[in-house]
């Protein structure tokens, strides 16, 4: 009766998962399966067929890509730069909060106003204040007597404004993941530390840090996916200008696919960044679990 009864909710369960799993195969999988057998052929929106094979040459077309390696290059530095500072700012600022013990709902309110605006419309507000001769950027730069700055135009500006950008728009996103652990850790081992005659640094560095890991962890593993993938601040910003100071690889790739209209190559393109992506988180994160 006992065996009956749970081979009856196992088959419930997997009718109940079956819809979600449909879902998963159809937005997911078959995209991704689509993908690696478009990268095969020779298949461009002026023909749109699936009738040239070529293998692996557009993975080893890729490879011989000088634009392809600065574009991994500039994705590089903006993934190192947004998270490390994304990271730091937001423990810092989730420290501070964590330690408020009034008003923290009007905190929240207005850390998550940021993070709920779409990507575009931050991209089209940011552009607009540093517009070189209009926007409110230059405007108050002038007020100070400093002279205006091209932020955009200026492929040693253009990178950092990028950045700069990103992490006013995402690190809403760190703070209340951070802020979030901060708050589910027990009270004990402070008390402990207190007792034992540790200071606030003490505290943070002996207790803080070990008991927030594996929060930190998940923050930097997801932060750096959204940070690889990042297109939308980009293409409405600069369009990977000027030169190719900001032509990340998500952008190159769209370039590949809707400019030179080689979908094929895109697609090729498409599979080795989520090999690169798939390679180095599962790096980082064997890495960090071993300091857990």
């Not at 593993?221 to 959204?226: A, D, G, Q, V």
């Not at 030169?243 to 769209?254: E, H, K, M, N, R």
């Not at 190559?265 to 690169?276: G, P, R």
Request: glycine letters at 8%.
């Amino acid at each position: 009766m006992a065996a009956t009864l749970a081979a009856r909710d196992r088959r419930f369960g997997q009718l109940m998962a079956a819809p979600g799993l449909a879902a998963l195969l159809l937005v997911i999988v078959f995209p991704i399966l689509f993908t690696l057998y478009t990268s095969a052929f020779d298949f461009t929106l002026i023909n749109p067929r699936h009738d040239t094979f070529v293998g692996f040459a557009h993975y080893a077309r890729a490879f011989g890509l000088a634009e392809f390696g600065n574009a991994l290059l500039v994705t590089l530095w903006f993934v190192v730069a947004v998270v490390v500072l994304e990271f730091a700012v937001g423990f810092l600022v989730a420290l501070m909060l964590n330690a408020v013990e009034r008003g923290k709902a009007v905190y929240y309110a207005i850390l998550l106003c940021p993070l709920l605006i779409n990507p575009v419309v931050v991209g089209l507000i940011w552009r607009m204040f540093l517009h070189p001769e209009l926007g409110i950027a230059n405007y108050v730069l002038g007020l100070v007597g400093l002279g205006p700055v091209n932020w955009l135009g200026d492929p040693r500006n253009a990178f950092w404004t990028l950045v700069v950008v990103d992490i006013w728009h995402q690190v809403s996103f760190m703070i209340v993941l951070l802020l979030a652990g901060l708050a589910s850790l027990p009270k004990e081992p402070y008390e402990a530390a207190r007792m034992e005659g540790a200071g606030t640094l003490a505290c943070f560095w002996h207790v803080t840090l070990p008991l927030m890991r594996p929060v930190i962890l998940v923050t930097l593993l997801i932060r750096l996916i959204f940070a690889v993938r990042t297109y939308d601040l980009v293409y409405i910003m600069t369009r990977g200008g000027p030169g190719q100071a900001t032509d990340l690889v998500s952008y190159f790739i769209y370039r590949q696919a809707f400019v030179g209209l080689n979908i094929g190559q895109a697609s090729a393109l498409a599979v080795l960044l989520l090999l690169i992506v798939l390679v180095l988180t599962a790096w980082l994160y064997r890495h960090m679990r071993s300091l857990v």
